[in-house]
DNA sequence: CGTGGGACCTGAACGC
DNA sequence: TGCGTTCAGGTCCCAC
């Protein structure tokens, strides 16, 4: 499922119902969702903690436990949500750990993509990933959109450059900002990376107002849809016509991605 | 340094 | 109905 703005909605949807809650024990009906930990030493740090604060850096879900923090990445199909049931509320339920208040933390994720870690600092993730792309200004932009020769869809994807963007936001900003995905970033004008830059920030932002995209597996904590895929431009279009030339949008794979854009729109 | 392929996994959609 | 194929929002690792 999750960008950017899939896990800022999850986040904010799981700040009051977790913030100053203890943590009792935890299950993992999948192990391997906590490598390289084993159940019980997980426990035995995380039991009795307090979640003191919740937030997102990139696409990782980050809760300061007051002493360690427990890290959560949601990879393609991961949920994260409260039940009232330790198993939790559907059948891919990976993970989950009891809260002081009666209710469970549960972590469900068919694909068994995502995982969740508990560490004592946040280093390894500065290590791994660039600027929140919401904290920059667009001039920003045309520092960060520079010194490659890749093609500046596959750039937007590396998480080192620009933390949060996938390949939904990607497609979708290319597309407002007129720039065909192919282009190689050394190509870009400071105009155009500026104005990339502009349309990085208004897409994520906007869908974080609609509260994320459902395309088959993000939830909402509360179990209801994101309505974000309501106002793709291209992503998912491939062979529609574009909202706003007519033009039939194409389809490639550049970087092992699906890409979708509008060849007369986009240069 | 960059790219391409594969791995990690399961479920849904689609063709026959 | 059932079977096989293909595709999927992400990231990591290795070969070249």
Not at 47 to 64: H, N, P, V
Not at 71 to 84: E, F, K, N
Not at 177 to 193: F, H, N, W
Request: proline share 4%.
């Amino acid at each position: 499922m999750p960008e950017l703005p899939e896990v800022e909605t999850v986040v904010r949807g799981l700040a009051p119902l977790l913030e100053n809650q203890v943590f009792g024990l935890a299950q993992a009906p999948w192990v391997k969702v906590i490598e390289p930990w084993e159940l019980d030493e997980f426990n035995a740090s995380l039991k009795g903690r307090t979640l003191l604060r919740i937030f997102r850096r990139g696409k990782y879900i980050c809760c300061d436990c007051d002493g360690f923090y427990l890290v959560v990445h949601l990879r393609m199909t991961g949920r994260l949500y409260i039940s009232a049931k330790p198993e939790g509320d559907d059948k891919w339920v990976r993970f989950s750990v009891a809260l002081a208040s009666g209710g469970f933390l549960a972590f469900s994720d068919a694909r068994k993509f995502g995982r969740i870690n508990l560490v004592t600092s946040l280093d390894f993730l500065e290590e791994k990933l660039g600027p929140e792309p919401l904290e920059l200004k667009p001039e920003d932009y045309a520092d960060i959109f520079q010194g490659s020769e890749r093609t500046i869809k596959v750039f937007l994807l590396d998480q080192k450059k620009l933390a949060g963007v996938g390949n939904i936001y990607a497609d979708e900003s290319l597309f407002r900002a007129g720039i065909l995905p192919t282009r190689k970033v050394s190509s870009l004008k400071r105009t155009e990376r500026v104005c990339l830059g502009e349309k990085v920030m208004e897409v994520l932002s906007q869908s974080i107002v609609h509260e994320g995209a459902t395309i088959s597996w993000y939830r909402k904590p509360d179990g209801t849809q994101g309505e974000s895929q309501k106002h793709f431009s291209v992503y998912g279009r491939g062979g529609q016509p574009c909202l706003i030339c007519g033009t039939d949008i194409t389809r490639i794979v550049l970087g092992q991605r699906g890409t979708h854009y509008c060849g007369k729109c986009q240069h």
